[in-house]
Each structure stands twice: as C-alpha cells, then as structure tokens.
C-alpha cells in the first residue's frame, strides 16, 4: 500500500480516507482532530482508515480532500489520552494456547501482558468495547478457528495485534486471557466508556482473592413507562414500538453509533404538523398493529408507512383521519394504527413531545447497542412532556409514495468505498439484477437477496473500518446487507456502494418481498491527497 493517504467516497457526506498502518491512522487522527475542521462532525477511526463525516452543506467531497491533504502528522504522533490501569485475574481458557503459541510459559505471558503499554487506536463492535494496540509486537495470536456462543462480561482478549476487554456478555472468536472486575460500560459516568481511542492502559495482575464485588455494566434498555402516569396508554401492539429522534452525535468515541429515526424525513415532518421542535422524539411503530387509549385530550399526526388511522370515541363513533395531518384525542378515545399499505415504518408525535429519557443526549432507542428506552408494550404508557410548541400545521404533509411488496424500487447509490473489491462481472450484477429485501431484515440493516451472488475481486480480510447509514456490505456469502439506522460502527467486509442521502428514508420504508434495483449516480473514484492531482 502507498504511504500517501488515499481518499474514498463514502456516500454523500462520508470520507473514508485509507492509510498504510495503523500508526499512521493514530497519527492521522490526531492531526485532523487538532485540526478542528468546523464542517467534519465525527471521525471513526479504523484499523487502517479513517471514516470522516461531514456536513454537506459546508462543503463538498473535494473541498475536504483538499483540507485534509494539506495537513502534515508527524509519523510519531503521541496521543494525548489517559493513562488507565486495569486490573486482571488471569484465569482465561486461552492462556495455554496463546503461551505456547509464542514459545513462553503461562507465567512469562502473563509478565509481558503485565509490562506491556496498550493503546485505544479505536472503538466498535459493541459500546465500550476498545481495540487496543500492544508496544510489544510479539503479542500477536489468531482469532480462534470456532467462535464462541458466549464470552462473559469483563473478559480480557487477545486477536490478532489487538487486545480487547468485553463490556457485555456476548459471542466472540478471540483468545481469552483472564477477567477484570472493571466496568467498562456505566452509563452513570460522565463518559460512559471507560476507553477512548487514544487513551494508554496498563493491565496489573490481581489475585482471585483481591477481586471486586462488581459485575461489569451492561448497556440494557432503560424502562420508564410509568403504569399509574397518564398520557397515551398502550393497548396493544403487535410488535414493540420504539422510541425515535435524530440520534446521538458525537459518540463514536465510546463506540457508540447515531441510530435515531430509520425514516428521518417522516420523523421530522410528524413533529412539524403538532409545532414540535424537528428533532423531538416521537414513536416509530414497524408494520403497524398498535392501539392507545387517551387518558386526557392530546394534540397527534401520523406519517410514514400508509396506515389506517380509526379512531373510536369514548361514545362508540368511529372514523378514520388521513396520515399526514395533525388531529385531536378526547379523554377515553381510541387509536388504532392498521397494518401498512405501503411502506415499513409509521411515526407517531404528540403536541409537546413525550417525556421520555434521554441516554447520551438521544432519546433514540438502539436495537443493536440497546440503548435507550425499552421498547414499547402493551401497558405502557405514553406520558405528554407539555414542552412549549409552535403553531399547529394546518394542512397536509403527506409525504412520498413508498412501496408495497412486490414493487420494484429504483435506488440511487454513491460507488465505494471499496468497489474495487469486485470483480467487474459482479458490479454489472450489482446494478442490473433486482434484489428482495427478505424477512430478516430490522432497523439493523436490510437482508437482500439476488439471483447471483457477488464474487469478490479480493480475498484477503478487510480490517475493521467505519460504516455509516446506507453502506451496501456484502459478507461471505456475497448476498448484500443494506445498513439502516442501528448498524454498527464498524465493520469488516467490504462496502461496495453507499445508498444516497435523499434516498436513505426510502430505504428504511422498503417491506419484506419488495425488490430493489441500484442506480449509481457518483461513479467509483480513489483520490491521492488531491483530487485535482
């Protein structure tokens, strides 16, 4: 790989700029953070990329090319984090192996784990969960061949140049070296992740007898839904209902990804049409099926997925309001949300917002993390926050058709960041053979499936790098995942396309059976420093 910095599109407002090593990328990182580039809003590190997210309306792909290109990091780069002790029992399953595996005794793996400075070079897989690099280059073991089911919380792991401590339960194929009473993952800090990229750790054996009484944090939903409260009481729902807003920023640091509303344009005109603030959060219901019951009059709007919206008054009158307009609720009056006609995902806003609590700044609930509220069931109820409002919209805000199952829907694509992954033969099945979006599809991602799988031009192991909203990956099994809202932050297969900005809410209102067609409109381009050059 060249040690000029290549420049790869990713989507319509992401950079994935390709470095030689991973010192590079730690170098990288901290110049451009230093930088403080006022258009970049986050940048996820990798193990040899960087994934920069920027805001479009300040400047363009080229004009960050340009930006960035002109910095100079010095190759020795210090970071500037914390130094964090971590105490460890080495008791781990995989102690044998890994000692024989470098020719030492269980003891001298030990001593050199214990003498050996770590560095976060970055974050992901789960919130909390630290990649971190050795300044003993010996400390180098494989993955294990068959992952495991289940790696407890507090476990510390070797793969590869990385060390890792497991925030949460949770399956894995490192090797396990031993346990650590630390919490790694507590939302009651003021940083929630005990590790930052940059951050230095040291691990000082303990013995068994020194242990802490404490069980690492797991991140598990936050339930709230007061019973007695009054507000919007659930009385049915054929799936959990979700809190939605526009998500968390800036949390990539904690290893923590934006999630927030799959369908941000409907999410933003819901709150509209009550004189909610845009980002207020609202509830997004999946395929409908869900029935409140008003405890007091309240102000609501629909929009989304084509629903029937009935209403049944406390009196037993029924009739039915179009989704797109704001109407109102009298104490004891039902609402009843059909199953869609058209689209996936209905949102549902209340005059004054919910009161609902906020974790990591977002009242977003995330599937994959499990942040947030809990999802919403039957018997919760949905509390008013009677925050100060704007003016009711008077009209309709309708808003796009969206597909039924069986359609066949054109999507437009931005070509990258690793298109050259592919054979030519597969890029040409990419875009004119029809995909279905099957039913394992969630606010994850949407599972796809084609004819044809795609065959990689490439068959090494792509390192781990950021993914954002829209990345097309394509797995093993070359049948695509198209990322949604609650995707993880990094990944590592390669993303062929990324879906484009206008058309990421369409995306998340694709249903099952409905079958997409990709239409690249920004071509696949690797840029060297600057894009003129």
């Not at 799959?262 to 869900?290: F, H, K, S």
């Not at 919910?354 to 069931?377: C, H, Q, W």
């Not at 597969?426 to 991602?445: D, H, K, M, N, Y």
């Not at 949604?484 to 809410?505: K, R």
């Amino acid at each position: 790989m060249s040690n000029v910095p290549q420049f790869r599109r990713a989507g319509s407002n992401g950079l994935l700029i390709e470095l030689p090593d991973l010192d590079a990328t730690v170098a990288w990182f901290e110049t451009i953070g230093a930088a403080a580039f006022d258009e970049i809003e986050e940048v996820i590190p990798g193990a040899r990329t960087l994934l920069v997210r920027f805001n479009v309306l300040v400047a363009s792909h080229d004009d960050l090319i340009r930006k960035i290109g002109g910095l100079t990091p010095g190759r020795g780069a210090q970071s500037v984090g914390r130094l964090i002790e971590i105490p460890v029992i080495y008791d781990g399953e995989d102690l044998a192996f890994v000692a024989a595996h470098l020719g030492c005794s269980v003891d001298q793996l030990v001593r050199r784990h214990g003498a050996a400075t770590f560095t976060v070079a970055f974050t992901g897989f789960a919130p909390g969960f630290a990649y971190m690099t050795c300044d003993d280059p010996q400390l180098n073991v494989p993955r294990r061949e068959t992952p495991r089911v289940r790696i407890p919380a507090g476990s510390v792991a070797m793969a590869g140049a990385f060390c890792g401590v497991y925030p949460t339960d949770s399956p894995g194929g490192w090797q396990l070296l031993g346990t650590t009473p630390s919490t790694m993952w507590d939302l009651t800090r003021e940083r929630a992740a005990l590790l930052a990229p940059g951050d230095h750790v040291r691990f000082r054996e303990i013995d068994k007898r020194d242990r802490l009484i404490t069980v690492p944090s797991v991140p598990l939903f936050s339930r709230q839904h007061a019973i007695a409260a009054s507000g919007l009481r659930v009385i049915s729902s054929d799936r959990p209902a979700l809190y939605q807003d526009t998500g968390r920023q800036g949390c990539s640091n904690q290893g923590v990804s934006r999630s927030g509303a799959a369908d941000l344009a409907a999410l933003r005109a819901v709150n509209e049409l009550v004189g909610n603030r845009p980002d207020e959060a609202a509830v997004e219901i999946t395929y409908g099926g869900l029935t409140l019951r008003a405890d007091e009059p309240v102000t609501c709007a629909v929009t989304g997925a084509e629903v029937s919206v009935r209403i049944e008054t406390q009196r037993g009158h029924a009739f039915e309001v179009p989704i797109g307009v704001a109407f109102a609720l009298d104490a004891g009056d039902t609402l009843t949300l059909g199953v869609p006609m058209s689209g996936v995902r209905s949102y549902l806003s209340i005059r004054g917002g919910f009161d609902v609590e906020r974790v990591l700044g977002s009242a977003s609930t995330d599937t994959l993390s499990k942040l947030g509220p809990a999802p919403i069931i039957a018997g919760d109820v949905l509390v008013p926050a009677y925050k100060a409002c704007a003016s009711i919209y008077p009209y309709s805000l309708a808003g796009p058709a969206l597909p039924r199952g069986g359609d066949l829907v054109t999507v437009d694509v931005v070509m990258g960041p690793r298109t050259d992954w592919f054979t030519p033969q597969s890029l040409s099945i990419f875009f004119s053979q029809p995909w279905a979006a099957t039913a394992e599809s969630s606010r994850v991602g949407v599972r796809l499936l084609g004819e044809q799988a795609l065959v990689r031009a490439r068959q090494d192991e792509l390192p781990s790098e950021g993914t954002c909203a829209g990345s097309i990956q394509v797995p093993a099994s070359g049948q695509p995942v198209l990322f949604l809202a609650d995707h993880p932050l990094t990944g590592g297969y390669p993303v062929i396309a990324v879906v484009a900005a206008h058309h990421l809410s369409l995306a998340a209102q694709i249903p099952i059976g409905c079958k997409i067609r990709f239409n690249p409109i920004v071509d696949f381009q690797v840029y060297a420093k600057d894009p003129e050059q």
